[in-house]
């Protein structure tokens, strides 16, 4: 099989290593792609957003599937206009994308299907925002609808904190169009976890959990990033977790997706918060997480390649996937136990060098103290 992979951070360079183990693969293309990806693909110099430059390639390479990695490609409709052009694609339809592009659209969406998350409620406008933070009280966060690169949650500890965040996207417009609409909800108190489903739009495969370390400084303190680093899997999202998760989110909100006329098919992320009465949505995405991604893939024995093709393709085969066991540079390590891993990947970190270099010290501090 040709692929052509979209898209050019850590989580395509994770997705071009394990596609190119493949025994089905015959080519792989990336576009762009990086410097890490080109060990494995041809990279070509086309940004994932250009929607008609990437359908032009896929066209002309006469590619057998494209694999589209991150969301941003995804909300501009490039599922669909690939379909469109005859060509299978893995990634959801722009319609779909919305469960991540538009916050407002997946909180209505689980408020409507009971899939618990936090309470909440969308705002255009500044003084009934305010208003609604001082019938929820502190803490609580503040959420851009559309997409802002992980920066668009502002935890907010205090309702000053609430009032300035509100100013910052509905006032000053400082995330545009993406924060013209705010959703406001409750801060829900646990332990946080990302968790992957391969799905063709109906039935779903649970791939792997892992732990995301999203805000700049040790400890969690600082303002939220896109993640600053990952492991897995997350010791909270256990067999009978991972069972509820099932249950209780996936399945419903699959369902709720078809039903809405815009059937999910893809990788599905979802982002949980786990306290004693079980497993909430913290947020949904369209695609791998970024570096989670990097965590999972090499702990997964399964070739990925079948598996993308059938959900891009046709209905597919229960399957099942067996486990073995902005940032500039990402470091990976596997072990037989978290605390090697940490170990391994630290010592990768500690050969690498460069002005203004940032990290942080505690991934993975997390599951060594539940070991
Ligand atoms: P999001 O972009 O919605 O994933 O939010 C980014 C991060 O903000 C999450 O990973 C959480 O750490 C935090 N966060 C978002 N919403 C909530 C919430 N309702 N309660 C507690 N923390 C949250
Ligand atoms: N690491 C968080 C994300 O990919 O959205």
Redesign the pocket.
Known sequence: MKVLLVGGGGREHALAWKLAQSPLLTRLIAAPGNPGIARHAECIPIKDVAVDEQVALARRERVDLVVIGPEMPLSLGLADRLAEAGIAVFGPSQAAARIESSKAFAKDLMARYGIPTARFETFQEAASARRFCRTLGAPLVVKTDGLAA?KGAIVCRTLDEADAAIGLCLDAKSFGAAGATVVIEEFMEGEEA?FFVLTDGAAALPLESAQ?H?TIFDDDRGPNT??MG?YSPAPVVDEAMSRRVMEEIVAPTIAAMAKEGAPFAGVL?VGLMIDRRGPRVVEF?CRF????CQAILPRLDEDLLPLFDAVARTAWREGRVVTAGGRVIGVQALGPDIRTAIARAYAGVERIHFAGMQFRRDIGRRAVERA
């Open positions: 992980g990302s995301d999203k896109g993640g990952a992320y995405n997480g970024d570096p989670e």
